[in-house]
């Protein structure tokens, strides 16, 4: 099942994102007593980031990952968790035993081996298992890359690992990154997608022939609940 609500701009879809989550969430605790929510950066999540830190809620039964992050500290500019961390986290006082972040700041093979251990204590898998987050948020760049999945990656197409470092050539940058299979098996997956630069994409996405190497977001077709996110810029280009 796949939808996309197209809202103003960039912060009402940032909001829409935030209730469609927080409905998400609340399901979850009611069957299971916690929830998991995997959570992207850049520019577009640091506003819904925002709205989720002022919203009341029970933070103490959400456990926060990253879809990826880059191989930094978690004091640089470019960490997805100091986004996270300084519009969400820490307003929102969540638990920091809740928040398993990716050690950017170790050899990139050490830190995806050590976050793929984790992931694995937390939902308490056995061999070959994959994760089901009740909720994961991606976004997309203009090139169609999600999480850090980037046009030609062979990761792509790697189903049964749960994550990897990769590298990302464009931005000449080691990255950690959830892969395809953690990906698909998702229970609630939401794109929050802003500005103009995405049209190309957002078309791709959706009118072209399915092919995730050349359109890594298209892999949400694969998905079992998917919900698109969008602005007016955006969206522009969708029939």
């Given at each position: 099942?796949?939808?996309?609500?197209?809202?103003p701009?960039?912060?009402?879809?940032?909001?829409a994102?935030?209730?469609?989550?927080?409905?998400?969430?609340?399901?979850?605790?009611?069957?299971?007593?916690?929830a998991?929510?995997a959570?992207s950066?850049?520019?577009?999540?640091?506003?819904?980031?925002?709205?989720?830190?002022?919203?009341?809620?029970?933070?103490e039964?959400?456990?926060?990952?990253f879809?990826?992050?880059?191989?930094?500290?978690?004091?640089?500019?470019?960490?997805?968790?100091?986004l996270?961390?300084?519009?969400?986290?820490?307003?929102?006082?969540?638990?920091?035993?809740?928040?398993?972040?990716?050690?950017?700041?170790?050899?990139?093979?050490?830190?995806?081996?050590?976050?793929?251990?984790?992931?694995?204590?937390?939902?308490?898998?056995s061999?070959?298992?994959?994760?089901?987050?009740?909720?994961?948020?991606?976004?997309?760049?203009?090139?169609?890359?999600?999480?850090?999945?980037f046009?030609?990656d062979?990761?792509i197409?790697?189903?049964k690992?749960?994550a990897?470092?990769?590298?990302?050539?464009?931005f000449n940058?080691?990255?950690?990154?959830?892969?395809?299979?953690?990906?698909?098996?998702?229970?609630?997956?939401?794109?929050?997608?802003?500005?103009?630069?995405?049209?190309?994409?957002?078309?791709?996405?959706?009118?072209?022939?399915?092919?995730?190497?050349?359109?890594?977001?298209q892999?949400?077709?694969?998905?079992?609940?998917v919900?698109?996110?969008?602005?007016?810029?955006?969206?522009?280009?969708?029939?």
């Amino acid at each position: 099942m796949s939808l996309h609500t197209v809202s103003p701009d960039p912060q009402a879809a940032a909001n829409a994102c935030a209730e469609y989550i927080f409905r998400m969430l609340d399901a979850a605790i009611s069957a299971r007593g916690r929830a998991s929510l995997a959570v992207s950066g850049g520019s577009t999540p640091k506003l819904l980031f925002q709205k989720m830190a002022a919203t009341p809620f029970e933070w103490e039964r959400v456990h926060l990952f990253f879809v990826d992050e880059r191989c930094v500290p978690p004091t640089d500019s470019a960490s997805n968790y100091k986004l996270a961390h300084d519009n969400w986290i820490a307003p929102a006082k969540i638990p920091a035993a809740n928040v398993h972040r990716v050690i950017g700041e170790i050899a990139p093979a050490e830190a995806a081996q050590r976050y793929v251990a984790e992931i694995r204590e937390f939902f308490g898998l056995s061999d070959g298992a994959m994760p089901h987050f009740d909720i994961l948020h991606r976004g997309m760049g203009p090139d169609a890359h999600t999480a850090s999945l980037f046009p030609g990656d062979p990761l792509i197409d790697d189903r049964k690992g749960i994550a990897a470092a990769t590298f990302a050539k464009k931005f000449n940058q080691w990255r950690v990154t959830l892969l395809p299979g953690v990906l698909l098996a998702a229970l609630n997956t939401v794109f929050l997608v802003a500005g103009a630069d995405k049209v190309e994409a957002l078309h791709s996405v959706f009118q072209e022939k399915y092919d995730p190497q050349k359109f890594p977001s298209q892999l949400a077709k694969d998905g079992e609940s998917v919900a698109w996110f969008l602005d007016e810029a955006a969206a522009q280009g969708l029939a």
